[in-house]
């Protein structure tokens, strides 16, 4: 397969559903998502692991169909997982090898050769952050070392799509902003496509250009990130360099709805595009600078709307992507 | 931030199924022959394999006219001299009861020890087949990969037989090979070679039990230790049990080693070339003649039949309940 | 204001294996973030301060004593640890009110406090009586919060709460803790989701390698936080204008594009010129500015990791 240009689509389902027993995980899911790095959010026990898994097939789907990467996952049984890499939630390794080992068995276990497995191997473990400790075995790691492995068995066969669930799990602080560097760079610098799933809606937001939420089984959002924050009222969240009871007053008196946070913020509602007006109302009372931040949290108040908007039956979107 | 996606691009066709199957296959045996237990097993069957083959050897090499045999036994003055032209006589005359009679207990004591290092082999080898993948959640990652649960077991099934046939085929042609190699009467090749084929369908019977078996019990549980556990029972103790006497035919039929042996017995047709080498032969020392044909009355199999059946249902059983457990979770 | 928690000293080492280092530090009514790398020390401290274990040296006072061997102390505290270690066959309902029996209410009153607790978490009725095995990882969370607020407490110490919580759980969580922090409660909360305790804590702990380090932790101070930052990030409709007009000003060491296309961060020449007219500088500017924040959080910047 020469470098060829990502596909326009890379997951299609049609009417996907998939029930366990009586309940029913996923129902009639409608999507058609292009290429980038997507966030997939949802409630616990919303089929967000469930959609993941009948895309590749380690559930089998009730009804309905799905093709990624252009393939239908029901036909192309095996290829289409051929450059598809997942990184599971849950602990997963082969045990009994040491982690380059590992990481190259499950390069030629997607059809690579040894030799590029093993130089690929190399690579991506130095990416993923792993130094020496890949020549220990897996079973001797930390949960932060076996949740990098986990990813460089996602990103060794140099795949065109990967699903990461939960990425940063049980890493720390500088961990974690290593790997979500990395994943923001997997599609701006090496066209790989992303499918990261989390419970970090910052995280999603930071890395990803587009976000699916699913609940109760059904997409009840598709849309980008820039989209949705425009669609959201406006929140401000002042962080005072001092004397911030003096804000609260100044804000209260003018006849802002200001509300103080436990860190020692205030948080604004207000209608304006920019913060000019506030600006004025600081330099008329004299107060001191503070940083001002826009919608810190527009996908947080945009999951809690759909969420909540959702716990009737039918759906209120179509599940179109908007942009 | 470092440059750190310089990486290098892997744009080859992905090579096709069978080269995964055969990646799962040989990096298990690799993993396997790593270990001291399995290369001293290998040791154990070669060097007995390589006893065998003398025997075989020798014996073909030296009962022909001048022979070693001949020049050894000369020296024991006309007596001797005399034994010797009388073995080679019977080989003469009666080419397929000796042939046969000799190479079916060179086979017959070379696939009993096949089978015992096979089964030493699976107890150690059964965790590591599904349990301890089933442990670790690999099936996870093998799934996501381009492979099936089909491919997966093909390629366990590959680690047994890559095992087996180091431990047990391998040795059983090499004993053959050097046996006729070299031979000065073709009969030796001709008359050796149905019990040789016999052999090898007696290695494949057990073959495909035993993987069956230890697939399924492999999937019983998690833990290693466990694992152990039940196989050495459903060997030993099963076995054992067997061997009491009045037990009712369905517990003998349970224990797959009891089955295997009777097996054993008649596709090699142990007790035939006893009988045969007992009655045929004109054998003066007529003692001789009766324990021979005595005991080949003893070593036949009563029961193939239902052993075989024994053999299948167990073998059944594994395989339902290894698709029953093979779940990505 | 007495310290609630009161540490001089403290050193603590298993053997030769390095627990904390000589560590001094005070902690105060309210939420606290503890941050640190893996190994930094940070259940070391926590079984210190619950009486688990003593200090191989120095002085550590809880609530005005000292914590090891004293059941007056221990039972105003609660421990919400990491783990998911949770007795089988038991359901929710039967695991509290028999911890609270235990902490020595009678039966009825042990029952009802179970369930005030548990409706505070806000786990619902029908999950209750399910065994605790087959709950979800979020609720088995919300288990282990309810736990923590039966015997009433008044020092907390929750490490890694939200693990496995999505964004509804989290909110609340959240909720309860700042609710717990209004009552005058002390909560220490250990994390490695950096935003988590920047939304909700005001004051943090930082832990390196058995140390607390002073100048990184001063730095965390509020009054550190004061001090002008280096480098500033704006969003607004015309970046180049604002770039032009600061440059012009003579105030800026240099500044980039981001990767939107209406980012764009500067560094200071002269940060206490442009503080100090804010306002002035930012309304007469003419972008229609809509965001002016540090480009790293405090928190971030002493989090990065040194060269490896």
Redesign the interface.
Same mark, same amino acid.
């Given at each position: 397969?020469?470098?060829s240009p990502p596909p326009d689509v890379i997951i299609e389902a049609v009417k996907l559903s998939k029930s366990f027993g009586e309940q029913r995980a996923l129902s009639d899911v409608n999507l058609r998502v292009p290429p980038g790095t997507i966030g997939l959010?949802?409630?616990?026990?919303a089929g967000k692991s469930t959609f993941i898994k009948c895309l590749?097939?380690?559930e089998a789907p009730t009804s309905g169909s799905a093709r990624v990467l252009n393939r239908d996952i029901r036909e192309s049984?095996?290829?289409?997982?051929?450059r598809?890499?997942?990184s599971?939630e849950?602990?997963?390794?082969?045990?009994?090898?040491a982690g380059c080992e590992y990481v190259t068995?499950?390069g030629?276990?997607?059809?690579?050769?040894f030799r590029?497995a093993r130089?690929?191997t190399h690579?991506?473990l +130095?990416?993923v952050g792993m130094g020496q400790e890949r020549y220990r075995p897996v079973?001797t790691y930390?949960t932060?070392m076996r949740q990098r492995v986990k990813l460089a068995?996602a990103l060794v066969?140099?795949p065109a799509l990967v699903f990461l669930d939960e990425p940063t799990?049980g890493?720390?602080?500088?961990?974690?902003?290593?790997i979500l560097?990395?994943i923001g760079?997997l599609w701006k610098?090496?066209q790989i496509s992303v499918v990261m799933s989390s419970?970090?809606?910052?995280d999603i937001e930071r890395v990803c250009d587009r976000v699916i939420i699913i609940a109760h089984g059904r997409v009840i959002e598709h849309d980008s990130i820039a989209a949705l924050r425009t669609r959201n009222r406006r929140i401000i969240e002042l962080?005072p $360099?001092?004397e911030a009871p003096r804000f609260l007053a100044a804000f209260t008196q003018a006849g802002l709805k200001a509300e103080p946070?436990?860190?020692?913020r205030l948080r604004l509602e207000t209608e304006f595009?920019?913060?000019?007006e506030l600006?004025?109302l600081?330099?008329e009372r004299r107060l001191?600078?503070a940083?001002?931040?826009?919608n810190p949290d527009a996908l947080?108040e945009l999951?809690?709307q759909a969420?909540a908007g959702s716990a009737e039956p039918p759906p209120l979107h179509g599940s179109q992507p908007r942009s | 931030?470092e440059a750190?996606?310089d990486?290098?691009?892997?744009?080859?066709?992905?090579?096709?199924?069978a080269?995964?199957r055969w990646?799962?296959l040989s990096?298990g045996l690799r993993?396997l022959l790593r270990q001291w237990f399995f290369r001293a097993l290998l040791v154990l069957s070669w060097a007995g394999a390589v006893v065998l083959a003398l025997v075989g050897f020798i014996f073909s090499q030296s009962v022909g006219v001048g022979g070693t045999l001949d020049q050894f036994l000369g020296n024991f003055g006309p007596r001797g001299a005399a034994v010797a032209a009388t073995i080679r006589g019977l080989v003469l005359l009666y080419p397929d009861v000796v042939v046969n009679s000799l190479f079916t207990t060179i086979f017959w004591v070379q696939a009993y020890l096949g089978c015992f290092l096979s089964l030493v082999a699976l107890t150690a080898l059964t965790p $590591?087949l599904v349990a301890?993948?089933r442990?670790?959640?690999?099936l996870?990652?093998?799934?996501?990969?381009?492979?099936?649960s089909a491919?997966y077991l093909i390629g366990k099934l590959g680690i047994i037989a890559g095992f087996l046939l180091l431990v047990w085929t391998g040795p059983l042609l090499f004993t053959w090979l050097l046996s006729v190699l070299f031979a000065s009467d073709k009969d030796f090749l001709v008359y050796s070679f149905a019990p040789l084929l016999r052999a090898l369908l007696y290695n494949g019977i057990a073959f495909a039990a035993l993987s069956a078996i230890a697939l399924g019990v492999s999937a019983l549980s998690r833990s290693s230790r466990s694992i152990i556990v039940i196989w050495l029972c459903l060997w030993l103790v099963a076995g054992f049990v067997a061997k009491v006497p009045h037990m009712p035919v369905w517990m003998q039929r349970a224990s797959f080693s009891r089955d295997l042996s009777q097996i054993d017995s008649e596709v090699l047709r142990i007790d035939r070339a006893l009988i045969d080498a007992g009655q045929e032969l004109p054998l003066t020392n007529r003692r001789l003649a009766e324990n021979l044909t005595q005991a080949g009355d003893h070593t036949a199999a009563t029961d193939f039949g239902g052993s075989v059946t024994g053999l299948a249902v167990l073998g059944g059983l594994s395989i339902l309940l290894l698709f029953r457990r093979l779940k990505?979770? | 204001m007495n310290a609630v928690v009161q540490a001089e000293d403290v050193s603590r080492f298993y053997g030769m294996v390095l627990g904390l280092n000589n560590v001094s530090f005070a902690l105060k009514p309210g939420?606290t973030g503890i941050?640190?790398?893996?190994g930094a020390g940070k259940t070391t401290l926590f079984r210190l301060i619950l009486g688990q274990i003593r200090p191989s040296s120095g002085r550590i006072r809880v609530l005005g004593a000292e914590p090891w061997n004293n059941p007056a102390v221990a039972k105003r505290l609660a421990y919400c640890p990491e783990g998911d270690a949770v007795p089988a066959g038991l359901n929710a309902r039967d695991w509290l009110t028999g911890l609270a029996m235990l902490s020595g209410r009678e039966r009825r009153a042990a029952r009802e406090r179970a369930a005030e607790c548990l409706d505070r978490v806000k786990l619902a009725p029908e999950h209750r009586s399910k065994s605790l095995a087959a709950l979800?990882?979020?609720m088995r969370q919300r288990v282990k919060l309810a736990q923590c607020l039966l015997h009433d407490p008044d020092l907390l110490i929750f490490d890694e709460p939200m693990?496995?919580?999505?964004?509804?759980?989290? +909110?609340d969580f959240a909720a309860v803790l700042?609710d717990l922090?209004?009552q005058g409660k002390t909560v220490l909360v250990s994390s490695?989701?950096?935003? +988590?305790l920047?939304?909700?804590?005001?004051e943090f702990l930082l832990l390196r390698w058995g140390r607390i380090p002073r100048s990184l932790n001063e730095s965390l101070s509020?009054e550190a936080r004061?001090a002008w930052p280096a480098a500033t990030t704006f969003?607004?409709?015309d970046p180049r204008q604002l770039a032009r007009f600061l440059t012009d000003e003579g105030l800026l060491r240099g500044w980039d594009l981001g990767p939107e296309e209406d980012r764009l961060q500067v560094r200071w020449a002269e940060p206490e010129r442009f503080?100090g007219d804010?306002?002035?500088l930012?309304?007469r500017s003419g972008a229609?500015?809509?965001?002016?924040?540090?480009s790293e959080t405090a928190l971030q910047q002493v989090?990065?990791?040194p060269a490896r």
């Open positions: 397969m020469a470098s959010l949802g409630p616990n026990g590749l097939n380690l049984h095996r290829s289409s997982r051929e598809i890499g997942y599971p849950r602990d997963c390794h082969i045990g009994g090898l068995y499950c030629q276990l997607s059809g690579m050769s590029a130089q690929r690579e991506i +130095d990416l079973d930390s932060g068995q066969h140099d799990n890493l720390d602080p500088s961990g974690r902003e290593h560097t990395l760079s610098e090496l419970h970090l809606l910052r962080t $360099s001092s946070l436990s860190n020692g595009d920019s913060i000019e600006l004025r600081m330099q001191p600078p940083e001002i931040t826009a947080h999951f809690v969420v | 931030m750190s996606l990486l290098s691009r892997w744009r080859d066709p992905p090579r096709g199924v080269y995964r990646v799962i990096t993993r $590591s301890r993948d442990a670790s959640n690999a996870t990652i093998y799934l996501s990969r381009p492979l099936t491919d990505p979770e | 939420l941050v640190g790398p893996n979800s990882k979020g693990n496995g919580l999505d964004p509804l759980g989290r +909110d700042r922090a209004g490695h989701i950096v935003p +988590d920047e939304a909700l804590c005001a509020p004061r969003r607004c409709a503080f804010f306002h002035g930012l309304l229609r500015i809509r965001e002016v924040r540090h989090l990065e990791p």
